[in-house]
């Protein structure tokens, strides 16, 4: 599959992840601090909660819900109670857009 637009940068705001759909796949939008849009799978890996309504900490995530941060770099929680790792999508900058390939997972 192809990538597909899911938003332009301009409707990121810095250190607020931003929830989208591809495909039916939820995923979390982060504009860093230094301009670079990462994208996580959305789903935190200990309950059914959206880690885009969490916290961006650094180059972290954190599920409000019990607090396990997720990097947005590789996906791995760095606390507990989460163990198991999010996908890390590969993320497309064209034209100011924000393409995502669902099936581009960098890591898992
Ligand atoms: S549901 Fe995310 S840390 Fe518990």
């Not at 947005?72 to 507990?80: C, S, Y």
Request: glycine share 8%; net charge negative; with cysteine.
């Amino acid at each position: 599959m192809s990538a597909t637009r899911v938003c332009a940068v301009s409707d990121l705001v810095q250190d607020q992840a931003r929830r989208v759909e591809v495909d039916g796949v939820p995923i979390a939008l982060v504009l860093d601090a230094q301009g670079e849009v990462h994208a996580i799978g959305d789903t935190c890996t200990h309950g059914d909660i959206s880690l885009s309504e969490g916290f961006v900490e650094g180059d972290t995530l954190e599920c409000w819900a019990h607090g396990s941060a997720f990097s947005l770099r590789t996906g791995k929680p760095l606390n507990l109670p989460a163990y198991e790792p999010v996908p890390v999508y590969e993320v497309t900058i064209e034209n100011g857009d924000v393409l995502i390939d669902p099936t581009a997972i960098k890591q898992a």
